[in-house]
C-alpha cells in the first residue's frame, strides 16, 4: 500500500465534460474587459493578474496568469516570471492571514500531457491547505464542502489585496 497522498476533486468533472473549445481563450477575453468582479480578478499587474478559480479545489484557490498567452514555460520572459513569483508570494501572505491556511499546493499544469485543461495559457494555481481540509464528503459523497461562495470570498480577499498590492 502507497503512502501517496490525493488530492481528489470530482467535483471538477462537470467542467471537464462539458467545456468548450472557445473556452481556451478565457484568459485572454478577461483582460480586454473591464469587469473584473463577474470575472473575479482580484488584482492587476504589469505583466499578470490574479483571478479566483471558478472552479475551486478549496476556499480561496487563486491563479496567477500571464498578460502574454504562451503555453511554454520556458516562453515565459524573465520579468514576467519574476513578477509572477513575487505576486504569489504576496498571495500566499494575504491568504495565510486571511483564511489562516497551513500550507498551499503551487503550480501549473503545463500542456495536454500535464492534464492543463487551458493548455494555450500557461498559468499559476496557488490552493490553500488546511490540515483538516480533507474529510469523508469528496470521497464517500462525491461532494465537496465550499465554506464560503465565490462571491463572498471576492469581497473579503480584494479589500486586502487593495491594502497589500
Not at 10 to 32: E, T
Not at 48 to 63: A, Q, R, T
Not at 141 to 147: H, L
Request: some cysteine; overall charge neutral.
Amino acid at each position: 500500500m502507497s503512502n501517496q497522498k490525493h488530492l481528489w476533486a470530482p467535483w471538477k468533472m462537470d467542467y471537464l465534460k462539458n467545456k468548450k473549445q472557445d473556452s481556451q481563450k478565457i484568459f485572454s477575453d478577461f483582460i480586454n474587459e473591464d469587469n473584473d468582479k463577474e470575472h473575479l480578478i482580484l488584482h492587476r499587474a504589469k505583466h499578470c493578474y490574479v483571478i479566483m478559480n471558478y472552479y475551486p479545489y478549496n476556499n480561496g484557490h487563486l491563479m496567477v496568469i500571464p498578460y502574454k498567452e504562451v503555453d511554454r514555460f520556458e516562453e515565459l520572459e524573465d520579468e514576467v516570471l519574476s513578477e509572477i513569483m513575487s505576486i504569489s508570494k504576496k498571495v500566499m501572505k494575504i491568504l495565510r492571514s486571511s483564511f489562516n491556511c497551513d500550507g498551499f499546493n503551487f503550480g501549473a499544469n503545463i500542456g495536454e500531457g500535464s492534464g492543463a485543461s487551458i493548455q494555450s495559457h500557461l498559468h499559476f494555481h496557488i490552493v490553500p491547505r488546511w490540515k483538516s481540509d480533507t474529510s469523508f464528503m469528496p470521497v464517500i459523497g462525491n461532494t465537496k464542502v465550499m465554506a464560503q461562495t465565490l462571491d463572498d470570498t471576492y469581497e473579503q480577499l480584494l479589500k486586502l489585496f487593495k491594502k497589500e498590492l
